[in-house]
């Protein structure tokens, strides 16, 4: 996994086939492929996002705290 955050633009146009607000671009921390992922990963506890072009794994969201935990 990689220690940097991925870019992840929200609200852009996007393509014209796409709907609004079903797909965030993700910018890979490893090769700077820029790919769509489904802004269920954003989500804490999702699992992590693959970038297509290196393969490399990262998380989008932060984990969920257990039981007792604070932020």
Same mark, same amino acid.
């Given at each position: ?7 992840? &633009?929200?609200? =852009? %146009?996007? @393509?014209? *086939? ?5 797909? $965030?671009? &993700?910018?890979? =921390? %490893?090769? @700077?492929? *820029? ?5 269920? $990963? ?6 992590? @996002? ?22």
């Amino acid at each position: 996994m990689s220690p940097q955050m991925p870019e992840i &633009v929200r609200d =852009t %146009q996007g @393509a014209a *086939w796409e709907k609004r607000g079903n797909t $965030l671009w &993700v910018g890979c =921390t %490893q090769c @700077a492929t *820029w790919f769509p992922v489904s802004p269920v $990963l954003t989500r804490p506890g999702a699992p992590a @996002a693959c970038c297509p072009a290196c393969h490399s794994e990262f998380k989008l969201a932060a984990q969920v705290p257990r039981q007792g935990e604070s932020r």
